[in-house]
């Protein structure tokens, strides 16, 4: 059956914000004296804010955290990162992600998008990439997180389209097994690629075009 609409996920493939995720989680950790590195931050790749900081309090080894206490961390966390997402321009989107997005759509395919981030409008609006995308599925209207393929249900939903019409763009191994969950097709660029799992393996982002033809 021929693909109808793509659902993108945004950090890694549409812009880069792993450093300030990083910056954010290493103040945090840092203030609670936890051992915290980019090992463990690559972990954190498209999972929700709640199950990062569990992960990263693996290596805490006070008297455990009540929930109260593990919100408000998390909520100080996603501050501290908001004011590091103010310094992002529309120059931190490549012409080759914007002339890519257009074709697609000129070529008749629905757009999404597909982020377990409660900060993904702010983000697209930060780079002036807000109409690239016909419908948002992201954090606020979501319960569970990636590798539960909850995120691009939703967006192929609010796409009007079938599951198994939709193809999804991921960076992480938990998005592209979200995808296979959710009976999309998957492409998968970057660190994905090699998971071996998706159906498409990109080179550039603008592979894409050989698949969406």
Same mark, same amino acid.
């Given at each position: 059956?021929?693909?109808?609409?793509?659902?993108?996920?945004?950090?890694?493939?549409?812009?880069f914000?792993?450093?300030?995720?990083?910056?954010?989680?290493k103040?945090?950790?840092?203030?609670?004296?936890?051992?915290?590195?980019?090992?463990?931050?690559?972990?954190?790749?498209?999972v929700?804010?709640?199950?990062?900081?569990?992960i990263?309090? +693996?290596?805490?080894?006070?008297?455990?955290?009540s @929930?109260a206490? *593990?919100? !408000?961390?998390?909520?100080?966390?996603? %501050?501290?990162?908001?004011?590091?997402?103010?310094?992002?321009?529309?120059?931190?989107?490549?012409?080759?992600?914007?002339?890519?997005?257009a074709?697609?759509?000129?070529r008749?395919?629905?757009?999404?998008?597909?982020?377990?981030?409660?900060?993904?409008?702010?983000?697209?609006?930060r780079?002036?990439?807000?109409d690239?995308?016909?419908?948002?599925?992201?954090?606020t209207?979501?319960?569970?997180?990636?590798?539960?393929? +909850?995120?691009?249900?939703k967006g192929?939903?609010? @796409?009007?389209? *079938?599951? !198994?019409?939709?193809?999804?763009?991921? %960076?992480?191994?938990?998005?592209?097994?979200?995808?296979?969950?959710?009976?999309?097709?998957?492409?998968?660029?970057?660190?994905a690629?090699?998971?071996?799992?998706?159906?498409?393996?990109?080179d550039?982002?603008?592979?894409?075009?050989?698949?969406?033809?």
């Open positions: 059956m021929a693909l109808k609409a793509v659902i993108f996920d945004l950090d890694g493939v549409i812009v914000t792993d450093k300030f995720h990083y910056q954010a989680w103040k945090m950790a840092d203030r609670l004296d936890i051992y915290f590195d980019e090992t463990i931050n690559n972990r954190l790749r498209g929700s804010r709640m199950d990062s900081l569990d990263i309090l +693996e290596r805490y080894d006070k008297e455990p955290l @929930l206490k *593990k919100e !408000e961390l998390a909520s100080q966390k996603n %501050d501290e990162y908001r004011e590091l997402l103010k310094t992002m321009t529309p120059d931190d989107v490549s012409d080759e992600v914007r002339e890519t997005l074709e697609i759509r000129k008749g395919y629905k757009i999404a998008l597909g982020s377990s981030s409660r900060n993904a409008k702010f983000i697209l609006e780079v002036a990439l807000t690239a995308f016909d419908e948002i599925s992201d954090g209207n979501i319960s569970k997180s990636k590798p539960d393929p +909850e995120v691009f249900l192929a939903e609010f @796409l009007g389209e *079938k599951p !198994e019409d939709c193809l999804v763009v991921e %960076d992480a191994e938990a998005g592209i097994d979200a995808g296979i969950a959710g009976g999309m097709k998957t492409a998968a660029i970057g660190e690629v090699g998971c071996g799992k998706a159906d498409y393996a990109l550039t982002f603008q592979d894409l075009l050989k698949i969406l033809v």
